[in-house]
T-cell receptor, first 112, second 109 residues
Framework: NAGVTQTPKFRVLKTGQSMTLLCAQD?????MYWYRQDPGMGLRLIHYSVGEGTTAKGEVPDGYNVSRLKKQNFLLGLESAAPSQTSVYFC???????????FGSGTRLTVV | EDQVTQSPEALRLQEGESSSLNCSYTVSGLRGLFWYRQDPGKGPEFLFTLYSAGEEKEKERLKATLTKKESFLHITAPKPEDSATYLC??????????FGIGTKLQVIP
């Protein structure tokens, strides 16, 4: 029972490169989220999904795209990375909207 | 605009020295107040959800309480393994969860 697994754990990108972050869960949760965490700021929501085949924008969606083709997977894409996207990215899942989240261990992304 | 403010930013305690962390929130229509623990290099770990003023929840040395304007995380007789950053978050609407910056707690043996 792995819970929420994020890959990769670390990545360095050059400006303009693209990449996809994968989040996989085995908890059968409907709700999945992508957050970013930056020093001196609270976690900020990028995109979320309330079920297979659905996605919606969060607080800071610009420069990111997401897909949820299967219930257990939530992908976060950066089409053209920028230094401002240097951050730690966390995936989270939840049973319901007002239930506590289960977070993955994070992806530390550096864009140079 | 929803806001969550945590204080203090950092707290250093001697082992066994009880204290409280504060989370002040401004949201319209609180749907839930959450506490998480985050260890360095790891994702936040869920601790508690509080839904209404007056509610209290406990887990080992931790006790969370909620009023209409703030929440407290009381730590009784802390141990070094309680050292972590504690995050507070408030849900003020559909998929509107606002996180605080956190309180970094260090417990010294």
């Amino acid at each position: 029972n792995a819970g929420v697994t994020q890959t990769p754990k670390f990545r360095v990108l050059k400006t303009g490169q693209s990449m996809t972050l994968l989040c996989a869960q085995d908890m059968n949760h409907e709700y999945m989220y992508w957050y970013r965490q930056d020093p001196g700021m609270g976690l900020r929501l990028i995109h979320y999904s309330v079920g297979e085949g659905t996605t919606a924008k969060g607080e800071v969606p610009d420069g990111y795209n997401v897909s949820r083709l299967k219930k257990q997977n939530f992908l976060l894409g950066l089409e053209s990375a920028a230094p401002s996207q240097t951050s730690v990215y966390f995936c989270a899942t939840s049973r319901t909207e007002t239930y506590g989240y289960t977070f993955g261990s994070g992806t530390r992304l550096t864009v140079v | 605009e929803d806001q969550v403010t945590q204080s203090p930013e950092a707290l250093r305690l001697q082992e066994g020295e009880s204290s409280s962390l504060n989370c002040s929130y401004t949201v319209s229509g609180l749907r839930g107040l959450f506490w998480y623990r985050q260890d360095p290099g790891k994702g936040p770990e869920f601790l508690f959800t509080l839904y209404s003023a007056g509610e209290e929840k406990e887990k080992e040395r931790l006790k969370a309480t909620l009023t209409k304007k703030e929440s407290f995380l009381h730590i009784t007789a802390p141990k070094p393994e309680d050292s972590a950053t504690y995050l507070c978050a408030a849900s003020g609407g559909y998929q509107k969860v606002t996180f605080g910056i956190g309180t970094k707690l260090q417990v010294i043996p």
